[in-house]
């Protein structure tokens, strides 16, 4: 039985996990294509205007799977961290799914409290799934009545975690969701399964080289060669890791010499302790990292600039020092809109700083002008400012 999971919203955090989950419970993961034209025009055919432009992409993704899918995974993540939620739109995501794809199974993944599932089950009158056709979901893809997960989890749930654990650690060593997936991909091979503990990458199964990463940390080869150009990007994974939604901006840095820094690249408790002193804690996952990275790589910048003028203008390494901010959110989003003027608050008057909103109409030609005219800030030295 094959399994659709999109590559869309959340894959970007746990989809290797999801892989390994369902791979270990003896289906057959399928990822959908990287976004392209045709997947985000079926998604904003389909959805209503209201939603914002990854939740549509999320949507096209779905339509995608439906050709060559038996079943399309949809999560329903109300919660991934301790007091803290995702948006309101993810617990309505399964709902909205299936009213787009009546006739196609859907699993739902739903978890209120870490990204492990309290349930994995597919509703009943789902697509054409019923009677003996739903008996081989049983205990894989269908919690109990009481939503408690069966003894027969224990192994697609162990796969989960480990899998996840060696992808974040890869993500903390500066490799991009991409380039750790494929990684992941690699080690799922290894006899004896991937360390978890050492996040090694053995050679013989991938080559890191391949992907233009060094182990330990991001390639200045790759990246580029030009000294002190660091950049730091905050936003939702899904804004900053989707090539085609946000019309290649990633790409256009690294061509442009810079070396990136993103929220899933930086300690946990470093981030942590960066918000310390807000006179409300952020509720938000994702608004509480891109916070949290904005004023972390603020705090770091001076000490940053100080060490590079030191070095003679050679390039330094530091964990968060960065020569500007750049913040990518969609149009749409209600929290973004007030994580935002926090951050630009945070940034804006010590560091270059630029605020990218996304949707559907936005153009490749005019965002790389703005990301010009932000280079070109950098490059003043000392000079700050929201563009």
């Given at each position: 039985?094959?399994?659709?999971?999109?590559?869309?919203?959340?894959?970007?955090?746990?989809?290797?996990?999801?892989?390994?989950?369902?791979?270990?419970?003896?289906?057959?993961?399928?990822?959908?294509?990287?976004?392209?034209?045709?997947?985000?025009?079926?998604?904003?055919?389909?959805?209503?205007?209201?939603?914002?432009?990854?939740?549509?992409?999320?949507?096209?993704?779905?339509?995608?799977?439906?050709?060559?899918?038996?079943?399309?995974?949809?999560?329903?993540?109300?919660s991934?961290?301790?007091?803290?939620?995702?948006?309101?739109k993810?617990?309505?995501l399964?709902?909205?799914?299936?009213?787009?794809?009546?006739?196609?199974?859907?699993?739902?993944?739903?978890?209120?409290?870490?990204?492990?599932?309290?349930?994995?089950?597919?509703?009943?009158?789902?697509?054409?799934?019923?009677?003996?056709?739903?008996?081989?979901?049983?205990?894989?893809?269908?919690?109990?009545?009481?939503?408690?997960?069966?003894?027969?989890m224990?192994?697609?749930?162990?796969?989960?975690?480990?899998?996840?654990?060696?992808?974040?650690?890869?993500?903390?060593?500066?490799?991009?969701?991409?380039?750790?997936?494929?990684?992941?991909?690699?080690?799922?091979?290894?006899?004896?399964?991937?360390?978890?503990?050492?996040?090694?990458?053995?050679?013989?199964w991938?080559?890191?080289?391949?992907?233009?990463?060094?182990?330990?940390?991001?390639?200045?080869?790759?990246?580029?060669?030009?000294?002190?150009?660091?950049?730091?990007?905050?936003?939702?994974?899904?804004?900053?890791?989707?090539?085609?939604?946000?019309t290649?901006?990633?790409r256009?840095?690294?061509q442009?010499?810079?070396?990136?820094?993103?929220?899933?690249?930086?300690?946990?408790?470093?981030?942590?302790?960066?918000?310390?002193?807000?006179?409300?804690?952020?509720?938000?996952?994702?608004?509480?990292?891109?916070?949290?990275?904005?004023?972390?790589?603020?705090?770091?910048?001076?000490?940053?600039?100080?060490?590079?003028?030191?070095?003679?203008?050679?390039?330094?390494?530091?964990?968060?020092?960065?020569?500007?901010?750049?913040?990518?959110?969609?149009?749409?989003?209600?929290?973004?809109?007030?994580?935002?003027?926090l951050?630009?608050?945070?940034?804006?008057?010590?560091?270059?700083?630029?605020?990218?909103?996304?949707?559907?109409?936005?153009?490749?030609?005019?965002?790389?002008?703005?990301?010009?005219?932000?280079?070109?800030?950098?490059?003043?030295?000392?000079?700050?400012?929201?563009?």
């Open positions: 039985m094959k399994v659709g999971i999109p590559r869309a919203l959340l894959y970007y955090w746990y989809g290797p996990a999801w892989k390994a989950f369902f791979s270990a419970a003896g289906l057959e993961p399928v990822v959908s294509p990287p976004t392209n034209k045709a997947i985000m025009t079926a998604g904003l055919k389909a959805a209503i205007d209201e939603i914002c432009l990854p939740v549509k992409v999320f949507i096209g993704h779905c339509l995608e799977l439906q050709k060559t899918c038996d079943a399309v995974l949809v999560p329903r993540l109300t991934v961290a301790r007091k803290e939620y995702t948006c309101p993810f617990m309505g399964p709902d909205m799914v299936r009213c787009l794809l009546p006739r196609t199974p859907v699993i739902i993944w739903e978890s209120t409290g870490g990204f492990l599932p309290e349930r994995v089950w597919t509703p009943p009158g789902s697509g054409m799934v019923s009677g003996r056709e739903y008996l081989p979901l049983a205990g894989v893809a269908r919690g109990n009545a009481h939503g408690q997960l069966p003894g027969r224990k192994k697609p749930l162990a796969a989960a975690r480990k899998a996840h654990t060696v992808y974040t650690g890869l993500l903390r060593r500066g490799y991009l969701p991409e380039e750790a997936a494929a990684i992941c991909d690699g080690l799922q091979g290894e006899p004896g399964g991937v360390n978890p503990e050492k996040h090694e990458v053995k050679p013989g991938v080559n890191p080289e391949r992907y233009g990463v060094a182990p330990g940390g991001i390639n200045p080869d790759r990246q580029g060669t030009k000294p002190g150009r660091v950049i730091g990007l905050v936003g939702h994974p899904y804004c900053l890791y989707d090539s085609f939604v946000n290649g901006i990633l256009f840095l690294q442009e010499g810079c070396r990136l820094l993103t929220p899933e690249m930086l300690p946990e408790g470093e981030i942590a302790m960066a918000l310390k002193g807000l006179p409300k804690a952020v509720y938000w996952t994702m608004g509480r990292l891109a916070l949290g990275a904005s004023r972390l790589f603020r705090a770091h910048v001076r000490t940053y600039a100080h060490a590079r003028e030191q070095a003679g203008g050679a390039g330094v390494t530091g964990v968060a020092g960065v020569d500007g901010v750049i913040h990518v959110a969609a149009f749409a989003c209600g929290p973004e809109a007030l994580i935002g003027e951050s630009k608050r945070e940034c804006s008057r010590e560091i270059p700083y630029l605020q990218i909103y996304l949707d559907e109409h936005s153009g490749e030609a005019g965002l790389h002008t703005r990301l010009e005219a932000f280079l070109d800030l950098v490059e003043g030295r000392g000079q700050a400012g929201c563009v």
